[in-house]
């Protein structure tokens, strides 16, 4: 059974770069045909797809976040790190790490099967 966690600091300041990592157990990221997604739910509003990576490294972003985004991985230790640029008080919200094992549908986050537990994330000054 995979299960994800996420980790990382609950404020961060306009402007700044929110770095969040989801360590992952019961599986490996490398694992074929595994894609590993970052999703986030701000307060009132619906669950909304960042980006993901793949098993093999590719990546994938939301076209309206992609210019701030940046999804890498450390396969030694089994994790993978979402890091959002120049973020407002628009980025607050719940961040979810999740996994999905189709390559379809990777953007709507009823298509991931795992999903961690959720860190809130509160961008102010």
């Known amino acids: 059974q995979v299960q994800l966690q996420e980790s990382g600091p609950g404020l961060v300041k306009p402007s700044q770069t929110l770095s969040l990592t989801c360590t992952v157990s019961g599986g490996s990221i490398t694992t074929n045909y595994y894609y590993w997604g970052w999703i986030r739910q701000p307060p009132g509003k619906g669950l909304e797809w960042i980006g993901y990576i793949a098993y093999s490294g590719s990546t994938d972003y939301s076209p309206s976040l992609k210019s701030r985004t940046s999804i890498s991985r450390d396969t030694s230790k089994n994790q993978f790190t979402l890091q959002l640029t120049s973020v407002t008080p628009e980025d607050t919200a719940v961040y979810y790490c999740?996994?999905?094992?189709?390559?379809?549908?990777?953007?709507?986050?009823?298509?991931?099967?795992?999903w961690g537990q959720g860190t809130q994330v509160t961008v102010s000054s």
């Open positions: 999740a996994a999905a094992s189709d390559p379809y549908g990777l953007e709507y986050p009823g298509e991931y099967s795992y």
